[in-house]
């Protein structure tokens, strides 16, 4: 049964993840999808960021009230930090956009995302809305509305306390009450009325709790009489496990966040205020809301039949409903409403596949190939029930392959093996908000039908074509890559268009020293056999550079080398260098950036490979420092490359004996919130400086610290910062080392920063600590603790807020002048 052909086709924009491992239900999954499939109502729930969601109404929605329940973020979550590993910003976004992933996995809801980018810490919804776009934000939200056809929509924040928390949450809920009146409405958006119809969500709530109250005893005293009570921390025998115990699972898979969870069982109360749509009978929130299949035309007699399915179902034996799960199908599939139809087709479908145990997969032998590549493609197919099913066909975009129909016995496995040949203009694999350079605060897309899908649509899609019982039946299924790990078993991955070469700088900024040569390596690494080109370097022109090129030969895929190349700057200042490779008909100049962790796989990045050049005219001391890691940061690596000797030291390393090898110990950020050993080891660091060492502590959040003794004098670290990455810098003393020695700092020295200024600064310190800065966001009041510093003994103890995690990567002069004069203090 095996044919060869070969086909030419243009591949959409590749998906960004690892396949994930085909589901295969058990027959309780099926039967919990029949009662989902009998209900039709919709709930979103918006918020601003990865982890702001409450996966314990999620879970209640999903999987108690059996509604399609979708999580719209409006973030990828880009701007915060990382506890795992040293990705920020867009490749932060796309591991938290796995995180999310995985959790409605596990919790039956659905993700969707807007085009905002987070951009850290935003005091003010204005603030928020004017970086964002609000218009093109405000259009996602009503687009989500639209396409997702919610008869509740839930904000996780209040509309109407602006000011009291994160600018991004109030900006979620402002959002989403705008868009609640805005999607009905045909002369708003009209753009969208292609794709879509305008939509009347029914009801709009908040999702309070004591939290929004101040404290439990303020919310007992609180006016409920507009709050539904929910209690939702149900027991679900088909999974063994409470509504808590499943939250808990998907809360726990924001790792990079450090949010794992413990589940609880036993009582639990969720509140729901109403505040917009229907008034409320009884304490549903669907009340008023035919959600049975007689909310549609058609609907009587598919409701007639699947009601009896559900009410027939044989858990031993799920292929029964076969017949009656095919009949209703096709009356499905004659729904005029082209939304439930699509809806409750693809669920009465993947019923079908897993009553029938019918699996279906096409994979390659190779993980990735280049445009216009040849590839040998394996198809599996294989009925696991005693139903009669004929295979027909496996088509790509219509047209078929050459298999023959197939009658398909009772658990045998039929393969058929195919050769492909990829179009030589194909797309590479990449996530699709960043395929193009974002602006501020939204990512660039400018197709309708990708803004807030969660990934990238799959590449190649395959259709097996089948007749069950005398019934058209068709499953379609991507191409994915699969192989055996000796410790983890079957992985999956998708399988993945890929450049005939990669171009990787070391490091994303080289900073030189008085215009120093430095040797800047780049890796090439062959996704191609036979790679063979000459590597440049593009540099401004008057900057020295030796060689011009090197030849590159590389014989195998995988294959990699290194190319040394020695710049000495000629001019002070900021530049950009890129590599690029030219070959014989093209010219490379992206690199793969390769995220993998376990708990999400792997996933791939295609970006431009640049560098950003920092010619400093600084001055550093010869002093050894000990880098105390903490949450994930390149700070000591950015300050190696500076010149500093830099070693990197675990917290349960340090010893008396160890810190005596050196001068000054950086406590990495956030590191008091991570590790508990550091709050037995706090005795040897501020013995430390007693003996004449130089302790700098960077910022640390003040709730969930490990000890609250992270300074030898009484100081308390508040949740103050300064979040205008432009807001004046004052010096409170102009005269204090820090600010003279061996680097003069001025006013410039605070232009072009990142982000922010700063975070979580002390609101209390004792006089032993000095302020050197002040600076506040408009309209506040200074904040004089972004840099405090005291004498201890012999030695110095420094505090700072100043957010140097961010802005030594981005190549700051700056920060690299001042964070050198903490270093060089005397």
């Given amino acids: 049964m095996i044919r060869n052909f070969i086909c030419s086709f243009l591949i959409l924009v590749s998906i960004i993840s690892n396949a994930q491992e085909p589901k295969k239900p058990s027959s309780s999954e099926i039967y919990q999808q029949l009662k989902a499939l009998n209900f039709l109502g919709n709930v979103l729930y918006i918020a601003a960021h ?11 929605f999903s999987k108690e009230i059996n509604a399609k329940t979708t999580y719209l973020s409006l973030t990828r979550g880009d701007g915060g930090q990382n506890l795992i590993g040293s990705e920020l910003s867009e490749k932060l976004g796309m591991i938290r956009t796995q995180e999310l992933l995985k959790a409605r996995n596990i919790d039956g809801g659905q993700q969707w995302f807007s085009r905002a980018i987070d951009f850290g810490y935003s005091k003010t919804p204005e603030e928020t809305l004017e970086i964002w776009d609000k218009d093109k934000i405000l259009s996602d939200v009503v ?19 602006a000011g009291n928390t994160h600018g991004h949450h109030t900006s979620s809920a402002l959002l989403s009450t705008e868009a609640f009146e805005l999607a009905r409405q045909k002369d708003k958006f009209t ?22 109250y101040g404290s439990q005893e303020a919310f007992e005293k609180a006016d409920k009489s507009n709050l539904i009570e929910l209690e939702i921390n149900k027991y679900y025998p088909l999974e063994g496990l409470s509504n808590n115990e499943i939250s808990a699972l998907s809360r726990s898979q924001h790792k990079s966040q450090g949010f794992g969870n413990t589940g609880s069982r036993g009582d639990k109360i969720e509140y729901i205020e109403l505040i917009k749509g229907n008034k409320l009978e009884g304490n549903d929130p669907f009340s008023g809301i035919d959600t049975s299949w007689n909310r549609i035309p058609e609907g009587k007699e598919i409701g007639e039949i699947l009601n009896q399915v559900e009410q027939d179902y044989d858990f031993k034996h799920p292929w029964k409903s076969i017949p009656k799960l095919l009949e209703a199908k096709m009356l499905i599939d004659k729904i005029e409403d082209e939304f439930w139809r699509t809806q409750k087709s693809k669920q009465i479908k993947s019923i079908i596949t897993a009553s029938l ?30 139903e009669k099913i004929q295979l027909k066909s496996i088509s790509y975009t219509g047209q078929s392959f050459a298999i023959s129909s197939t009658l398909l016995e009772n658990n045998m496995n039929y393969k058929f093996s195919n050769q492909l040949v990829l179009n030589s203009e194909e797309n590479f694999t990449t996530p699709y908000w960043l395929e193009k350079k974002p602006k501020l605060g939204l990512y660039t897309v400018n197709d309708r039908e990708l803004i807030g899908l969660p990934e990238s649509p799959k590449p190649l899609l395959f259709t097996f074509e089948f007749d069950i019982d005398g019934i058209p039946f068709k499953i379609k299924k991507p191409l994915i890559y699969k192989y055996n790990d000796p410790v983890k078993g079957e992985v999956y991955q998708d399988f993945e268009i890929l450049p005939e070469a990669s171009l990787s700088l070391e490091e994303s900024v080289y900073v030189f020293k008085n215009s120093n040569q430095k040797t800047i390596e780049v890796d090439v690494k062959a996704y191609t056999n036979e790679l063979s080109g000459q590597l440049e370097l593009n540099i401004p022109e008057d900057w020295m550079v030796s060689p011009r090129f090197h030849q590159v030969d590389l014989e195998n895929r995988g294959e990699s080398k290194t190319f040394t190349f020695e710049i000495t700057p000629t001019t002070y200042g900021e530049m950009e260098v890129t590599p690029e490779l030219k070959l014989a008909e093209k010219t490379i100049s992206k690199k793969v950036s390769k995220i993998n962790y376990d708990h999400i796989g792997t996933h791939n990045l295609l970006e431009e490979s640049a560098a950003k050049l920092v010619n400093l005219n600084i001055q550093i001391s010869d002093k050894k420092v000990a880098y105390i ?41 956030r590191v008091y919130n991570i590790y508990d050993v550091l709050s037995y080891k706090q005795n040897v660091l501020f013995e430390f400086v007693e003996n004449g060492g130089t302790m700098i502590v960077q910022y640390n959040t003040n709730r969930g610290l490990k000890t609250e003794n992270i300074a030898p004098f009484n100081m308390r670290i508040s949740r103050d910062r300064v979040t205008e990455e432009k807001a004046e810098v004052r010096f409170i003393n102009s005269e204090h080392t820090i600010l003279n020695s061996p680097n003069k700092i001025s006013k410039e020295d605070f232009e072009g920063w990142v982000q ?45 807020g100043l957010s140097f995690f961010r802005e030594l990567p981005a190549g700051v002069p700056g920060a690299y002048k001042l964070f050198a004069n903490l270093i060089s203090i005397e």
């Fill in 357 to 386: 145990g019918l699996f279906t997969e096409a994979r390659s032998n190779d993980p990735y190939a280049n445009p216009g590549d040849a590839i040998e493609i394996e198809f599996e197919v294989i009925n696991r029930s005693p």
């Fill in 629 to 669: 890691n903490g949450a994930g940061s390149s700070v000591a690596s950015n300050l190696r490359d500076l010149g500093f000797d830099v070693e990197e030291l675990s917290p349960e390393s340090i010893t008396r004996e160890l810190l005596a090898n050196f001068d000054v110990a950086i406590m990495g950020i």
């Fill in 191 to 212: 753009s969208q009325l292609e794709f879509v119809n305008p939509w009347s969500p029914k009801r709009a709530f908040f999702n309070t709790s004591w939290w929004f």
């Fill in 143 to 161: 687009w989500a509305i639209r396409k997702h056809r919610p008869d509740v929509i839930i904000n996780r924040f209040d509309h109407r306390t």
């Fill in 756 to 800: 922010e200024r700063g975070l979580y600064f002390p609101d209390q310190w004792s006089k032993e600590l000095i302020p050197v800065l002040s600076m506040n966001d408009k309209n506040e009041t200074p904040k004089d603790s972004s840099i405090l510093i005291g004498n201890y003994g012999s030695g110095h103890y420094i505090y700072t």
């Fill in 50 to 60: 990865p982890d702001d969601e409450n996966t314990s109404l999620i879970t209640y």
